[in-house]
């Protein structure tokens, strides 16, 4: 059996991509629908009455289905379900759609030059608006399908466990996927640190992205997933199936044989902290083996909102978050918007290149006020709930700003002031920026992407963006020297941290705390308590020395324990 | 034809959600109803689209007229309910 899980059966079919959250999955394929758009060739109306009446039940027939998946929604998507159902329904929309056919569009095109009608209103009006354009465009792409006869874009329904294949999720649509049904994730596009990746790991769920033509499997396929390795077998043996299963029990089995805080075969402490994005993170994580949060992402309490949330709405949210925790350590990113996620409330205007413009703490020194309104409230939660509230800023560049930023912590009261090194110059002088803080936090996502000059976002650059990167590994090397002179201590909070080879890289390094999807930890924990602080720094050294990333990976896994180098 | 003004209470204006609650009251009448800016085209109350598009902010006046049979008491419920911040609730 352990033959058939090194090389799969002639019959079935590999494809490779890049496993971007662990374990593995098996189960029938469910394709996710691209959006629709009006064929160009589309015959011309010439009865525009008749066709308006299709016209007419196919925006009905949008409106039965969102009301109908408004009625097994939660709160917060019923409400949105409904009005996008409003506006199929919409009269105006209907005429605009019957006036496109009389001047002899077809179906499909009047549908769609009818929503652009009204998109290009929306789009003037900007603001909050113009973030309803995406819904707009989402009634008018689900009527097309309906008049052509097409399936509807998104998430068809299924009721078995099923692998859902896409060519890139929504995070709005991986965020409503049933976590019961779906066993795996699989997209063409995406990359290491997209979204969907961050989410799937969030999750639980395996994922595989960047899997060569997986839009093209046919739905019902039966693949098996492998998020370790990033391998997908469609149509694979018994036999395969039986080895992934085997793999999953040993897994399973290593994961509950660790408990309790992070520690090296010989004891030494490296602290399992949860990554999280809201209240409904913080209350999952809350009740898990960890030792706390290292990192809380604090933009949603912005994003969702016109205007700049008060410090008694900020102070409610942050207790809410706190509270799971009881006197454990949360560390809080303070907020991380730039040009690519722009505020109505603290819009900078746009930027020829957001991911190196005014974001981040370059934004907080625009707009101090915010700043200072999300640190009171930091610290009227911290004083409600007792907990270990540590604050860092993102996008700290130089020892300047870093001084700035603590002072500005300390003066609202709050006990301990830290900083991201996401910016290589930060990393190479981590010494002189921690100078006034308490502790630094390695953001392996963007230092990946500034050291290697790729954008995150884009899924053809992977191999760039890969941690495993001889120069992202001597950065991180150079700012936990820094620290180490500094005497700070340095962490880790990107997805690197939840990778059980390197996060052993990682302490051998020097890095104190590794923060991570939940669903990551039991798995690290397990790969610290194979290995002693020598092990980890002797697995360091053959990284380090070697030229390629691909190299450097398999230089660690080579040198691994077997234990734990068999389950991934 | 019974007419009434009255200034948006939503702290945000009269966007998706409070827009969206707005035009379901209007449509549950069965009445022509329509909503404007004073002295502006006014556009059919049951059309979110229409609503949205009038893009009418926190504070603003609006004017609300019906036609037919009991168009006064349903103009006293949407004026009771435009100057709630629907947003809030």
């Given at each position: 059996m352990t033959d058939s899980t090194a090389t799969p059966p002639t019959d079935a079919e590999l494809r490779r991509g890049i496993g971007v959250s662990p374990g593995t999955a098996y189960g029938p394929v469910v394709q996710v629908a691209p959006a629709v758009t009006a064929p160009a060739n589309e015959a011309p109306t010439t009865d525009p009455e008749a066709a308006l009446v299709d016209v007419k039940a196919a925006f009905d027939s949008v409106a039965a289905d969102l009301e109908g998946r408004a009625r097994h929604a939660d709160d917060t998507a019923q409400q949105i379900l409904k009005a996008t159902a409003l506006i199929a329904k919409d009269k105006g929309l209907h005429k605009a759609a019957g006036k496109h056919l009389t001047a002899g569009k077809g179906k499909a095109n009047a549908i769609s030059a009818a929503i652009e009608d009204y998109a290009a209103q929306f789009e003037a009006l900007g603001g909050y608006f113009a973030e309803r354009v995406t819904d707009l465009r989402d009634v008018g792409s689900r009527a097309i399908a309906a008049v052509l006869g097409v399936p509807a874009p998104g998430v068809p329904h299924f009721d078995v466990p099923s692998v859902i294949v896409a060519e890139d999720l929504a995070p709005a649509e991986t965020a409503t996927l049933d976590r019961a049904l779906v066993a795996g994730i699989i997209t063409q596009a995406g990359g290491r640190t997209s979204h969907t990746a961050i989410l799937a790991a969030q999750m639980g769920i395996p994922a595989v992205v960047q899997c060569p033509d997986a839009t093209q499997i046919a739905p019902g396929t039966r693949v098996a997933v492998d998020g370790d390795s990033g391998e997908v077998t469609l149509n694979p043996t018994g036999a395969y199936v039986d080895g992934l299963r085997e793999r999953r029990e040993k897994r399973a089995a290593a994961l509950t044989a660790t408990s309790g805080p992070g520690r090296t075969k010989d004891g030494h402490h490296v602290a399992l902290l949860a990554n999280i994005g809201g209240i409904k993170d913080a209350e999952e994580a809350g009740?898990?083996?960890?030792?706390?949060?290292g990192l809380f992402r604090t933009e949603f309490v912005f994003l969702s909102s016109d205007k700049a949330p008060t410090v008694e709405e900020q102070t409610e949210i942050y207790t809410k978050v706190f509270a799971p925790f009881g006197d454990r350590r949360v560390v809080v990113r303070t907020l991380d918007a730039g040009a690519d996620k722009p505020l109505a409330f603290a819009d900078l205007g746009p930027e020829e290149n957001p991911a190196l413009g005014r974001r981040g703490l370059r934004l907080s020194a625009e707009r101090p006020d915010l700043l200072d309104a999300q640190l009171e409230a930091l610290e009227n939660a911290r004083k409600a709930t007792g907990a270990d509230v540590r604050v860092m800023a993102p996008m700290v560049a130089t020892a300047e700003e870093a001084a700035w930023f603590a002072r500005r912590v300390r003066e609202n009261g709050l006990p301990k002031a830290g900083v991201m090194i996401e910016v290589p110059g930060a990393a190479l002088r981590a010494e002189h920026v921690l100078g006034d803080c308490d502790f630094g936090s390695l953001g392996t996502n963007d230092l990946a992407q500034y050291t290697m000059a790729a954008?995150?976002?884009?899924?053809?650059l992977s191999d760039l963006l890969d941690p495993w990167q001889p120069a992202v590994l001597d950065v991180i090397k150079a700012a936990c020297d820094g620290a180490a002179k500094a005497g700070k201590p340095m962490g880790v909070c990107g997805?690197?941290?939840?990778d059980p080879l390197l996060a052993l890289v990682l302490t051998g390094l020097g890095v104190g705390s590794l923060s991570m999807a939940p669903s990551k930890v039991s798995m690290v924990r397990f790969a610290l308590s194979l290995h002693s602080l020598a092990d980890c720094q002797g697995l360091a050294a053959r990284a380090l020395a070697a030229p390629t990333a691909a190299e450097a990976a398999a230089a660690v896994k080579e040198a691994a324990h077997e234990e734990l180098s068999v389950l991934i | 034809m019974a007419q009434r003004t009255v200034s948006i209470a939503s702290s945000v204006g009269l966007h998706a959600r409070p827009a969206a609650i707005f035009v379901e009251q209007a449509s549950q009448s069965g009445l022509d109803v329509e909503i404007g800016r004073p002295g502006e085209d006014a556009v059919d109350a049951t059309s979110i689209l229409g609503v949205m598009a009038l893009g009418a902010k926190h504070g603003e006046e609006v004017v609300l007229t019906a036609e037919g049979e009991g168009a006064e008491e349903v103009l006293d419920g949407l004026v009771e309910l435009l100057s709630r911040d629907l947003d809030a609730e």
């Open positions: 009740p898990q083996d960890l030792e706390g949060v954008d995150r976002m884009q899924g053809e997805e690197a941290g939840g | -």
